[in-house]
């Protein structure tokens, strides 16, 4: 476990998450073989085409009531579901 994005900006605070995300995936390539998402957003739709550039299976977890209801409403949701 790392923290990502500690002391930013709320603004930015989702952006560098998901670079960092990105980032740790192509770092750990060769220790990681099944990287676990939990939740939707920005560093899911990140990591899932570097994820399957590289090659690894991905395990994701959405839970929540309606939460594949909202995400089929946004581009973002859409393109995470696909993936």
């Known amino acids: 476990m790392r923290i990502i994005g500690a002391g930013i900006s709320r603004l930015w605070l ?3 998450f998901a670079i ?3 980032k740790k995936l192509w770092a750990m ?4 073989r099944l990287p676990y998402f939990l939740m939707k957003g920005l560093q899911l739709a990140a990591g899932l085409p ?3 550039m590289l090659g690894l299976k ?4 959405i839970s929540g009531s309606g ?3 909202l995400m089929q409403q946004s581009w973002l949701g859409r393109l995470e579901l696909k993936l």
Not at 58 to 61: E, P
């Open 50 to 52: 570097v994820g399957r």
């Open 20 to 22: 960092g995300v990105v």
């Open 14 to 16: 989702d952006h560098v």
């Open 67 to 69: 939460i594949l209801e």
């Open 29 to 32: 390539r060769r220790q990681y």
């Open 58 to 61: 991905i395990v994701m977890k």
